[in-house]
T-cell receptor, first 112, second 115 residues
Framework: QKEVEQNSGPLSVPEGAIASLNCTYSDRGSQSFFWYRQYSGKSPELIMFIYSNGDKEDGRFTAQLNKASQYVSLLIRDSQPSDSATYLCAVMDQTGANNLFFGTGTRLTVIP | DVKVTQSSRYLVKRTGEKVFLECVQDMDHENMFWYRQDPGLGLRLIYFSYDVKMKEKGDIPEGYSVSREKKERFSLILESASTNQTSMYLC??????????????FGPGTRLTVL
């Protein structure tokens, strides 16, 4: 069974700070990684994907991937109260229909 | 703009009833998925389909079946609803399996309560 682990939180950061969300995965062959944001009562929406080692930046969001350590992270700079949500890490299965395996999510609260 | 719609946002059924959850996507996606989401357990894959009339079991298929008669529509069926199937059900769709990355677009979800 492929595993994706996240710290469930809650993670609280003050407004304007950097929020750091972490994820580890068990399948060393995994190639593609996704971060979804899910507001309370809503469905997940994709905010970042990454498949190369290193950093990928998109606005205030930076995804970091280290395949050797089987570790992927999401940094949110200048955190805003509107960033308060649960962040889901997902790893793509390479063996079949490219399904995604999801972590249980980290709940982030940005304090004004 | 990708749109995935689900037939109901909230549904209340009784134990033993047959329940149909419908999902429709308008982006001509090949793949469609049904998940359930429970607190502390995250998203768990029930069934998926990568083509019309094709279906594959996910991690927790017991007590569920699916139907995909048309490309845009994927139905989840609870043959005899039980209280442990009370959950949030999420449908998703994505492009064909061979694409380099495979963003899944989610519907709004159906919160099902089985009494």
């Amino acid at each position: 069974q492929k595993e994706v682990e996240q710290n469930s939180g809650p993670l609280s950061v003050p407004e304007g700070a950097i929020a750091s969300l972490n994820c580890t995965y068990s399948d060393r062959g995994s190639q593609s990684f996704f971060w979804y944001r899910q507001y309370s009562g809503k469905s997940p929406e994709l905010i970042m994907f990454i498949y190369s080692n290193g950093d990928k930046e998109d606005g205030r969001f930076t995804a970091q991937l280290n395949k050797a350590s089987q570790y992927v992270s999401l940094l949110i700079r200048d955190s805003q109260p509107s960033d308060s949500a649960t962040y889901l890490c997902a790893v793509m299965d390479q063996t079949g229909a490219n399904n995604l395996f999801f972590g249980t999510g980290t709940r982030l609260t940005v304090i004004p | 703009d990708v749109k995935v719609t689900q037939s109901s946002r909230y549904l209340v059924k009784r134990t033993g009833e047959k329940v149909f959850l419908e999902c429709v996507q308008d982006m001509d996606h090949e793949n469609m998925f049904w998940y359930r989401q429970d607190p502390g357990l995250g998203l768990r894959l029930i069934y998926f389909s990568y083509d019309v009339k094709m279906k594959e079991k996910g991690d927790i298929p017991e007590g569920y079946s699916v139907s995909r008669e048309k490309k845009e529509r994927f139905s989840l069926i609870l043959e005899s609803a039980s209280t442990n199937q009370t959950s949030m059900y999420l449908c998703a769709s994505s492009l064909w399996a061979g694409s380099e990355y495979n963003e899944q677009f989610f519907g709004p979800g159906t919160r099902l309560t089985v009494l």
